[in-house]
């Protein structure tokens, strides 16, 4: 098969799981160096797969202003849906005869700074699911930012794709709904101290039980369902 036509293969193998996004890229064409995996990994596999779950709108709206149970399980388990996808599509990958490299979807390895072993963002930005949002979130068109992302690294010949020539444009929603005051005007002014400080105090007023949010997700509905 030719890198497109593999490229199809995985899609078509995402969608039928409810993958809300599927894109992929070359690791040549993204900023690897802050990668956080073991020395040589990225040199091993020049693809890289971005697959997209959606998060529930219903859940969403039962936030007010600030996150509760109902959403943090819900946030576990769009997780754990990404991880056991990434499972079956890195089998997938090694049946038709490559090696892949499943990441989780949320797991810290710099607790400092709050950083995972890559960056699922930059990849999925790479791959044309989205662009940077002013709320440091890839935002897609037709979900906005409420999806969450899972990665793969792979050596299967696959075609690079390109980000969308497409930004939020006069979309102010999420810097009015983040109660940190952490979104500006540009995604480069995001003030991520801000955020985690006001994650800290959502965990330590036992709202949640772990740094999550999730208000200017539920304000980010997507520039294509906008009227």
Known sequence: MTPVEHRGTLARFCRARNAAGFGTALLADIRTDDFLV?????????????????????????????????YEHHYRQVNFALDRLALDLAAEIRRLGYRALPFPASQLVDWEHQRGHLSHKRVAVAAGLGWLGRNNLLVTPALGARVRLVTLLTDLPLPAGGPLDRDCVDCHRCQAACPAGAVGDAPADFDHHACFAKLQEFQRDRYVSQYICGLCVRACAGPDQRV
Do not use: F
């Open 38 to 70: 073991p020395p040589g990994t990225v040199a091993r596999y020049p693809s890289a797969v971005s697959v997209a779950l959606p998060v529930a709108e219903e859940v969403l709206a039962t936030l007010d202003n600030r996150p509760n149970r109902l």
